[in-house]
């Protein structure tokens, strides 16, 4: 039998060994041959579930489909997804208006926690069975997902993989985008858009942890309890309230230090009249367009910053600094509490398109979430 020249990827099968207990490293168990479709049935299955946009369109272009297991590369680890966030991006990329970027699967899905099943050479203290959420650049809604080990985290303490696969997108985004480009300090005032959304929810206990009096707006009582609930000093009806008015007057006409948008459209001019001198505007979505005329003599006159940013298509080098500064600075809050996700709606992969409707239905409160186990 001729072995590969690249060294094998090791496999664990949690239901084969039953309960692990955390730190210890299972005997490996090697693969001969590739792709990971050639392993004994007892091993791992030749296929999983996974969705795919048929064509780029509305959720009735989600399709549920199989497919063989991917295999883990040098760096790369298998996950054995238990859960998978839905995010704004994974529609924007089913309208065909995200592609993925260059080497990334088309499969849709940024974040994911589970248990890791097979290992590729070089991933570090990584180890068989253990359990991890993961950003990453695609392949989420699927049953097996491929991990960039630099990009898997620890389940922090006292959370569910549920809970911890809703961490990795919004996490990273806000901590990047209002602490680094934001330059967020203690002591600032930040008004963040829909208050109630995935991204709304974390940025508001962040900022909140973070020593800052947060400003949030959102439609409707309910979601203004819920922004409340989680922190948020004023919150603004955005359907009844013009929210340039209403941040002067919760400022005393002074105005906020940080914004976090993910409106753009005939937001961003608005914003620019909501920002204190030295303020910074940190954009992150263009929901209402990214074309539209503006003013910029406040950005000249009031000292201001514009600036943005994307995640998805970094390097693997940058997402892992971002990474490494997350568990330093913010899974500690995590642990302790004060930053916790909050769940809207568990659907089963067969439901995803359910899951898309909610999402652009903009009905949800917290994180829309998949169970791959469902």
Not at 78 to 104: E, M, S, W
Not at 193 to 215: D, E, F, L, Y
Not at 226 to 250: K, N
Not at 255 to 278: E, F, K, S
Request: hydrophobic fraction near 45%; proline fraction near 8%.
């Amino acid at each position: 039998m001729n072995l590969p020249a690249w060294p094998l990827p090791q496999v664990f099968d949690p239901l084969r060994w039953g309960s692990y207990a955390e730190g210890q490293r299972i005997a490996p168990t090697y693969v001969i041959g590739s792709p990971m479709s050639n392993l004994p049935k007892s091993e791992l299955p030749q296929t999983m579930r996974q969705i795919r946009f048929a064509r780029p369109g509305g959720p009735e272009v989600i399709a549920l489909e199989t497919a063989p297991l991917p295999v883990p590369g040098n760096g790369q680890v298998l996950v054995k997804v238990a859960f998978a966030g839905v995010n704004r991006p994974d529609c924007i990329q089913r309208t065909g208006a995200y592609p993925p970027p260059p080497g990334a699967p088309d499969i849709p899905g940024l974040e994911v926690a589970g248990t890791i099943v097979a290992l590729g050479p070089e991933c570090g203290d990584l180890a068989l069975g253990g359990t991890v959420t993961a950003l990453v650049a695609g392949g989420g809604y699927a049953e097996f997902c491929l991990v960039d080990a630099p990009l898997a985290m620890p389940v922090p303490e006292g959370l569910s993989l549920l809970d911890a696969a809703a961490l990795p997108e919004n996490v990273l985004t806000v901590y990047d985008n209002i602490i680094t480009r934001g330059r967020l300090a203690k002591g600032e005032t930040f008004l963040v858009h829909g208050g109630s959304s995935g991204i709304g929810s974390i940025a508001i206990q962040m900022a909140k942890a973070w020593g800052a009096r947060v400003i949030t707006s959102a439609r409707g009582e309910e979601k203004g309890v819920f922004c409340r609930e989680l922190g948020a000093d004023v919150v603004i009806d955005y359907g009844s309230q013009d929210f340039v008015s209403a941040v002067l007057d919760a400022t005393g006409k002074r105005g906020v230090d940080v914004i976090l948008d993910m409106v753009g459209g005939d937001y961003i001019p608005r914003n620019l009249r909501c920002l204190a001198l030295d303020g910074r505007l940190v954009q992150i979505a263009f929901l209402r367009g990214s074309k539209v005329e503006v003013d910029f003599r406040h950005l000249m006159v009031k000292r201001l910053t514009f600036t943005g940013s994307t995640l998805r298509p970094r390097t693997l080098d940058q997402k892992a600094a971002i990474v490494e500064a997350v568990k330093r600075d913010i899974w500690p809050l995590v642990v302790s509490g004060a930053i916790r996700p909050r769940i809207d709606t568990v659907f089963p992969l067969a439901k995803t398109r359910e899951a898309h409707e909610r999402m652009e239905a903009s009905h949800h409160r917290g994180k829309i979430m998949l169970d791959l186990g469902a």
